[in-house]
C-alpha cells in the first residue's frame, strides 16, 4: 500500500524521534529520522521528502541554519517546514518564518496537533505543486499558441503575398488590349465577382486565354482565398477518371495504398477548373452532374458521400451544341455548367490589340531573362496585324521571345518573326513522307526539310518528333496540329500532357 506522505523528522533527542514517529506512522505516513543537521540536508537531497518536521535547537547547524540551506538548493526548496521548538517566544517564531519555515509545533507535543498540522500542510503543499504543474502547463499552451499564432502570421503573410502576387498575374491587369472584344470579357470578369457559385463556361478557340479568363474569375471573386485546380479533361485517363475526380479509399483497387482526394475535395471552398470539357467521357459527364447538383462526391470505395463546396469553371473550343446533337454530350450537363457564358475571341478579331500584346510580351520576356526591352520597328508590327495567328495568343507569345532572342538586344525587325504559317509546306511534306506518301525535297524557303532517313526508326519516337513540329508549326494549337496530323488530340496530350 502506498504511504501518504513521506516525512523527514530532524531532532537531535530519541525520545522525540520515537514519539513522533509513533504518531505519524499509524497515519499512514513513511516517517524517516535524523539527528544531525548535516544528515538531515543529505537525507532530504536524496529521498525528496514531503513534509520535513526540524528541531532548532541542535548541536552543529541549528535547524534556522538547516532550514536556510534547504531552501537554497532547487531539488528542496519547495519541501514545506515545520519547526519543533520549546521556545515559542515571539522573535524565535518570527525568525523561523523568515528562513522559510511554515508552521510551529511547541514542546511537549500534543499527537492530536501534530496529525492535524501535519496533514493541513500535506494538503496546502499537494495543492500548491497541482496549482504550479497547472499554471506551468498553461504557461506551455500559451507558449505553443503563441509560436503557433507566429506561425499563423507568417505563413498568412505568406499566403497573402502569393495571393497578391498570383492576383497581380491573373487578375484584370494580365489583360492587354483595348479592343471591344477585350472589353466585354473585363465587364464579364467584373460582374461575377460576386457571384462564388456561379458555374461558368468559356468557350473560345484553343490559345485565346481562356484559362486566363478562368483564373481571373477566380482571383476576383468570394473564392479568391481558396484553390484553383486546373484539370485537362483530355489528358486523364479513362481508366482513373473517377478515382481522379472523386478520390478513391485505400484497398478500393489494385495500387490504392492510401486515401486519396479527387479533385473536387482538392478544390473544396475554391474553384475547379475543367478545360477540353467537350472531351469529357459520357460515363464521366453523368456522375459530374450528380456532384453539379447535389454538391457532394463519393470516393471508389467509400460508403458515405461527402459535401464539397466548389465553383466549376469549364473551357471547350469544341462545338458544345453539336456535340449535344450528335449525343457525345450531355444538354442537361450543358446547361448546369453554362450558368453563364463568357467569349474569348480569336486574335484575328482584335488586330488592335497585336501591338500592345507585342510590346507587353517583349517586356515580359525581357524581365525574365534581364536584358533591356528592345523597340519593334513599325514594318514588324504591320507584320503581325496581316498575320491570322492561328495559335492566336499563345502563338503570339512563342513568336515574341523568339524575336526577342533573335534581335540580340535592337529593335524587333520583321525578318525576327518567326511566324509558323510560313513554314507548313516543311511540316506537310514531313507528314507526306512519314506516312508513305514518298515525299522528299526542300522547303521553299530553300532549307532542306526532313527527309524520310533523318525520321526515327522507332515508331513511338518517330511520332514524338512529328507531333513536336506540328505543335510548333501550330503555335501549340493542339486542335490544329491533330487535324494537320489527322489524329485526335486525346493521342497528342498522351505524348505532351503540357502541350
Same mark, same amino acid.
Request: charged letters at 25%; glycine letters at 8%.
Given at each position: 500500500?502506498?504511504?501518504?506522505?513521506?516525512?523527514?523528522?530532524?531532532?537531535?533527542?530519541?525520545?522525540?524521534?520515537?514519539?513522533?514517529?509513533?504518531?505519524?506512522?499509524?497515519?499512514?505516513?513513511?516517517?524517516?529520522?535524523?539527528?544531525?543537521?548535516?544528515?538531515?540536508?543529505?537525507?532530504?537531497?536524496? *529521498?525528496?521528502?514531503?513534509?520535513?518536521?526540524?528541531?532548532?535547537?541542535?548541536? $552543529?547547524?541549528?535547524?534556522?541554519?538547516?532550514?536556510?540551506?534547504?531552501?537554497?538548493?532547487?531539488?528542496?526548496?519547495?519541501?514545506?517546514?515545520?519547526?519543533?521548538?520549546?521556545?515559542?517566544?515571539?522573535?524565535?517564531?518570527?525568525?523561523?518564518?523568515?528562513?522559510?519555515?511554515?508552521?510551529?509545533?511547541?514542546?511537549?507535543?500534543?499527537?492530536?496537533?501534530?496529525?492535524?498540522?501535519?496533514?493541513?500542510?500535506?494538503?496546502?503543499?499537494?495543492?500548491?505543486?497541482?496549482?504550479?504543474?497547472?499554471?506551468?502547463?498553461?504557461?506551455?499552451?500559451?507558449?505553443?499558441?503563441?509560436?503557433?499564432?507566429?506561425?499563423?502570421?507568417?505563413?498568412?503573410?505568406?499566403?497573402?503575398?502569393?495571393?497578391?502576387?498570383?492576383?497581380?498575374?491573373?487578375? +484584370?491587369?494580365?489583360?492587354?488590349?483595348?479592343?471591344?472584344?477585350?472589353?466585354?470579357?473585363?465587364?464579364?470578369?467584373?460582374?461575377?465577382?460576386?457571384?462564388?457559385?456561379?458555374?461558368?463556361?468559356?468557350?473560345?478557340?484553343?490559345?485565346?486565354?481562356?484559362?486566363?479568363?478562368?483564373?481571373?474569375?477566380?482571383?476576383?471573386?468570394?473564392?479568391?482565398?481558396?484553390?484553383?485546380?486546373?484539370?485537362?479533361?483530355?489528358?486523364?485517363?479513362?481508366?482513373? *477518371? @473517377?478515382?481522379?475526380?472523386?478520390?478513391?479509399?485505400?484497398?478500393?483497387?489494385?495500387?490504392?495504398?492510401?486515401?486519396?482526394?479527387?479533385?473536387?475535395?482538392?478544390?473544396?471552398? $475554391?474553384?475547379?477548373?475543367?478545360?477540353?470539357? $467537350?472531351?469529357?467521357?459520357?460515363?464521366?459527364?453523368?456522375?459530374?452532374?450528380?456532384?453539379?447538383?447535389?454538391?457532394?462526391?463519393?470516393?471508389?470505395?467509400?460508403?458515405?458521400?461527402?459535401?464539397?463546396?466548389?465553383?466549376?469553371?469549364?473551357?471547350?473550343?469544341?462545338?458544345?451544341?453539336?456535340?449535344?446533337?450528335?449525343?457525345?454530350?450531355?444538354?442537361?450537363?450543358?446547361?448546369? +455548367?453554362?450558368?453563364?457564358?463568357?467569349?474569348?475571341?480569336?486574335?484575328?478579331?482584335?488586330?488592335?490589340?497585336?501591338?500592345?500584346?507585342?510590346?507587353?510580351?517583349?517586356?515580359?520576356?525581357?524581365?525574365?531573362?534581364?536584358?533591356?526591352?528592345?523597340?519593334?520597328?513599325?514594318?514588324?508590327?504591320?507584320?503581325?496585324?496581316?498575320?491570322?495567328?492561328?495559335?492566336?495568343?499563345? @502563338?503570339?507569345?512563342?513568336? %515574341?521571345?523568339?524575336?526577342?532572342?533573335?534581335?540580340?538586344?535592337?529593335?524587333?525587325?520583321?525578318?525576327?518573326?518567326? +511566324?509558323?504559317?510560313?513554314?507548313?509546306?516543311?511540316?506537310?511534306?514531313?507528314?507526306?513522307?512519314?506516312?508513305?506518301?514518298?515525299?522528299?525535297?526542300? %522547303?521553299?524557303?530553300?532549307?532542306?526539310?526532313?527527309?524520310?532517313?533523318?525520321?526515327?526508326?522507332?515508331?513511338?519516337?518517330?511520332?514524338?518528333?512529328?507531333?513536336?513540329?506540328?505543335?510548333?508549326?501550330?503555335?501549340?494549337?493542339?486542335?490544329?496540329?491533330?487535324?494537320?496530323?489527322?489524329?485526335?488530340?486525346?493521342?497528342?496530350?498522351?505524348?505532351?500532357?503540357?502541350?
Amino acid at each position: 500500500m502506498k504511504p501518504q506522505a513521506r516525512i523527514l523528522i530532524v531532532d537531535d533527542t530519541p525520545a522525540s524521534l520515537s514519539l513522533l514517529a509513533s504518531v505519524l506512522e499509524p497515519q499512514g505516513h513513511e516517517v524517516l529520522t535524523a539527528s544531525h543537521g548535516k544528515d538531515a540536508l543529505q537525507l532530504a537531497a536524496r *529521498a525528496l521528502p514531503d513534509l520535513i518536521l526540524l528541531d532548532v535547537m541542535m548541536p $552543529g547547524h541549528d535547524g534556522f541554519s538547516v532550514c536556510r540551506m534547504l531552501k537554497r538548493e532547487p531539488e528542496t526548496a519547495h519541501i514545506p517546514v515545520i519547526f519543533i521548538t520549546s521556545r515559542q517566544e515571539t522573535e524565535s517564531v518570527l525568525n523561523g518564518f523568515r528562513v522559510g519555515a511554515v508552521d510551529y509545533i511547541g514542546k511537549p507535543y500534543q499527537a492530536e496537533e501534530v496529525v492535524t498540522r501535519v496533514a493541513t500542510h500535506l494538503k496546502i503543499s499537494l495543492l500548491t505543486r497541482e496549482l504550479q504543474e497547472r499554471n506551468a502547463a498553461l504557461e506551455e499552451e500559451m507558449r505553443r499558441r503563441s509560436e503557433a499564432e507566429r506561425a499563423r502570421e507568417r505563413a498568412d503573410q505568406r499566403l497573402s503575398t502569393l495571393m497578391s502576387r498570383e492576383a497581380q498575374r491573373w487578375g +484584370l491587369a494580365g489583360f492587354v488590349g483595348e479592343s471591344p472584344h477585350l472589353k466585354r470579357i473585363i465587364q464579364d470578369i467584373e460582374r461575377l465577382q460576386h457571384f462564388g457559385k456561379t458555374s461558368v463556361l468559356v468557350t473560345g478557340e484553343s490559345g485565346t486565354g481562356k484559362e486566363l479568363v478562368a483564373r481571373a474569375i477566380h482571383h476576383h471573386s468570394p473564392r479568391a482565398s481558396g484553390a484553383f485546380i486546373p484539370v485537362n479533361c483530355v489528358a486523364v485517363p479513362a481508366e482513373l *477518371a @473517377e478515382s481522379l475526380f472523386f478520390g478513391h479509399m485505400k484497398g478500393s483497387f489494385t495500387g490504392a495504398t492510401s486515401d486519396r482526394k479527387g479533385y473536387f475535395e482538392l478544390a473544396d471552398g $475554391g474553384t475547379l477548373f475543367l478545360d477540353e470539357i $467537350g472531351d469529357m467521357p459520357a460515363t464521366l459527364q453523368a456522375k459530374l452532374l450528380r456532384v453539379l447538383e447535389d454538391g457532394e462526391v463519393t470516393p471508389v470505395g467509400a460508403n458515405q458521400p461527402r459535401r464539397v463546396d466548389v465553383r466549376v469553371i469549364s473551357a471547350t473550343n469544341a462545338n458544345l451544341p453539336g456535340k449535344i446533337a450528335s449525343g457525345d454530350f450531355r444538354q442537361d450537363l450543358y446547361f448546369r +455548367l453554362a450558368r453563364y457564358a463568357v467569349q474569348t475571341p480569336p486574335l484575328r478579331e482584335r488586330p488592335e490589340d497585336l501591338p500592345l500584346l507585342a510590346k507587353h510580351f517583349l517586356q515580359m520576356f525581357s524581365d525574365e531573362m534581364g536584358v533591356p526591352v528592345p523597340g519593334i520597328t513599325a514594318e514588324a508590327l504591320r507584320t503581325l496585324q496581316s498575320y491570322p495567328f492561328p495559335g492566336n495568343v499563345r @502563338e503570339m507569345k512563342n513568336v %515574341m521571345e523568339r524575336a526577342l532572342i533573335l534581335s540580340a538586344g535592337g529593335p524587333v525587325q520583321k525578318e525576327h518573326l518567326q +511566324l509558323f504559317q510560313e513554314r507548313g509546306a516543311e511540316i506537310e511534306m514531313d507528314v507526306r513522307a512519314y506516312s508513305g506518301g514518298g515525299v522528299r525535297g526542300e %522547303m521553299s524557303s530553300g532549307t532542306p526539310s526532313t527527309a524520310l532517313e533523318d525520321i526515327p526508326f522507332d515508331l513511338e519516337s518517330a511520332e514524338h518528333v512529328l507531333i513536336q513540329r506540328a505543335l510548333e508549326h501550330t503555335g501549340g494549337n493542339v486542335a490544329e496540329a491533330a487535324r494537320l496530323l489527322k489524329v485526335n488530340r486525346s493521342r497528342i496530350y498522351r505524348k505532351f500532357p503540357n502541350a
